[in-house]
């Protein structure tokens, strides 16, 4: 079975282990649980009729100083870059976090997830901060864990880009 690694990238409770959780397990608590260092969960897609096991990398978040351990991310084939969109400072820090992962792996797939959007009366985000990542050809997607609203969507998405890769390895794991 084709293995791929997905790291989960963002600043502190943005809701990245709430997005594996709701992802891997339909479960969704309003307890906050701070990630130390990394913790992994596994699922298994199809993506064009091939099984794939990913690899989800939860990645403790990161500070304001858009630092990234180059460790964790080595050897992914695509990352969930996630932001909360109550706070206006995860997103700009998202976008560090972007340029700094793009300097350790090169163009591997992403998708931005634009978490909390079961809390759109207090979005910190407009149309136009959405749309300029659009323009950019980002992949953007809005999603709450606690609903789980877009949280299939978005994990489809990314482990299709990743096998739709022209250079995509075809078999271990990346």
Same mark, same amino acid.
């Given at each position: ?6 790291? @989960? %990238?963002?600043?502190?409770?943005v809701g990245k282990t709430s997005l594996v959780r709701q992802y891997v397990s339909s479960i969704f608590s309003e307890k906050y649980l701070?990630? %130390? +260092?990394? &913790?992994? *969960?596994? &699922? #298994? %897609?199809? #993506?064009? !009729?091939?099984?794939?096991?990913? @690899?989800?990398?939860?990645? /403790?978040?990161? *500070? =304001?100083?858009? =630092?990234?351990?180059?460790?964790? #991310?080595?050897? $992914? $084939? ?13 997103? =700009? !820090? ?17 998708? @931005?997830?634009?978490? &909390?959007? *079961? ?6 985000? $407009? ?9 950019? +050809?980002?992949? %953007?997607?809005?999603? $709450?864990?606690?609903?789980?609203? +877009? ?7 990314? /482990? =299709?880009?990743? @096998?739709?890769?022209?250079? /995509?390895?075809?078999? +271990?794991?990346?």
């Amino acid at each position: 079975m084709i293995q791929k690694k997905i790291c @989960m %990238v963002g600043t502190f409770a943005v809701g990245k282990t709430s997005l594996v959780r709701q992802y891997v397990s339909s479960i969704f608590s309003e307890k906050y649980l701070t990630t %130390v +260092g990394v &913790k992994i *969960d596994k &699922k #298994v %897609v199809s #993506v064009d !009729d091939e099984d794939v096991m990913l @690899m989800l990398w939860d990645l /403790a978040g990161e *500070d =304001e100083f858009c =630092e990234i351990r180059p460790s964790y #991310v080595r050897g $992914s $084939s695509g990352y969930l870059l996630v932001c909360d969109g109550t706070r206006r400072m995860s997103y =700009e !820090d998202a976008i560090c976090l972007h340029g700094k992962i793009s300097n350790i792996l090169g163009d591997i797939p992403f998708v @931005m997830a634009l978490n &909390k959007y *079961d809390l759109k009366d207090e979005w910190a985000l $407009s149309d136009g901060d959405i749309q300029k990542l659009k323009d950019l +050809g980002w992949s %953007v997607v809005l999603t $709450s864990a606690k609903t789980g609203e +877009g949280v299939e969507q978005t994990f489809h998405s990314l /482990a =299709e880009q990743i @096998m739709n890769q022209s250079d /995509a390895p075809q078999r +271990g794991y990346s």
